[in-house]
């Protein structure tokens, strides 16, 4: 049986930062438009964290089964090292899920009814980025769907629940964001390319090879700085996002130097801290705008 500490590193903590970015953009959009709602924002928050967590479970759970991680280099999975069994597994992902789901009808009847429809979308693609028979995560779609879900859907939805409104502002950061989130995910992918290719799973990175992955994480840690040159036209404020290059520059180090295996786990580690940082101090530069 899977100790409590096993059950927060199956839940991947180095990957809520992909759920934390988008809300703090998404209020930062808000606040420049003067839609700041703050029990919202910290309900889109609690949904983000809760979906995010279950789709790290259920990727285990799934991953585990069809025998993906049994060689797998990265950290602890609980179904694939075989210390919490496969049901358990799948009842913490649907758990979290649900979570996330019923704190979202708070949001949806609160504003909107058709968000119904986009949380239902975002419920389906996190089960489905390694469940079922067809999953999107094996035939190379699994950073466009950080992108989008991560992205324009977190970024922009948090945006809308609080304004009942988006503009362009809104639409950069989750550009930026979207693309920060996925070089998580390439750096991910990189390391495993190895026991991707011998598992049959087809992610962007096996599809791209080893070279160009390594020069797409550069450019999607580069797009986001391009994204806060844009964002001066709403407030010269904004140039603080610079401030997160350094760490972009470190995420960017072990992969561009041809670090493999274990060596890249930084690379993802730094990547979330690059997103964090950088979302953080461009929501608060909108925010005093």
């Not at 059950?7 to 953009?25: D, F, K, M, Q, S």
């Not at 649907?94 to 909107?112: E, P």
Request: proline content about 4%; charged content about 10%.
């Amino acid at each position: 049986m899977a100790t409590a500490a096993q059950w927060i590193e199956g839940a991947r903590p180095r990957t809520l930062p992909n759920a934390i970015a988008p809300v703090l953009a998404g209020t930062g959009a808000a606040a420049s438009i003067d839609g700041l709602v703050w029990w919202k924002a910290a309900l889109a928050l609690l949904v983000s964290l809760a979906l995010i967590i279950g789709v790290n479970y259920a990727n285990d759970y799934s991953d585990g089964v069809r025998g993906t991680d049994d060689d797998r280099v990265g950290p602890l999975r609980l179904v694939g090292s075989g210390v919490a069994a496969p049901a358990a597994v799948k009842n913490a992902a649907i758990l979290s899920l649900t979570v996330g789901a019923v704190i979202g009808l708070v949001l949806v009847f609160s504003t909107a009814w058709w968000l119904l429809l986009v949380g239902a979308g975002c419920l389906a693609g996190a089960w489905y980025y390694t469940g079922g028979k067809n999953p999107y995560g094996y035939s190379g779609f699994g950073e466009l769907a950080v992108f989008v879900f991560f992205g324009l859907i977190g970024v922009l939805g948090t945006q809308f629940v609080q304004a009942e409104r988006i503009d362009w502002v809104g639409a950069v950061l989750a550009v930026a964001v979207g693309a920060f989130s996925s070089a998580v995910l390439v750096a991910n992918n990189l390391r495993d390319i190895p026991t991707d290719t011998e598992s049959g799973k087809t992610t962007l990175a096996v599809k791209l090879g080893d070279p160009r992955t390594r020069t797409l994480h550069l450019v999607l840690l580069a797009i986001p700085f391009v994204a806060t040159a844009a964002l001066v036209a709403r407030t010269p404020f904004a140039l603080v996002g610079v401030l997160a290059v350094p760490l972009a520059i470190r995420a960017n180090a072990p992969v561009r130097t041809g670090k493999n295996g274990m060596e890249l786990i930084p690379a993802l580690r730094d990547s979330g801290l690059a997103l964090l940082v950088w979302s953080a101090l461009t929501a608060l530069a909108l925010g005093f705008a």
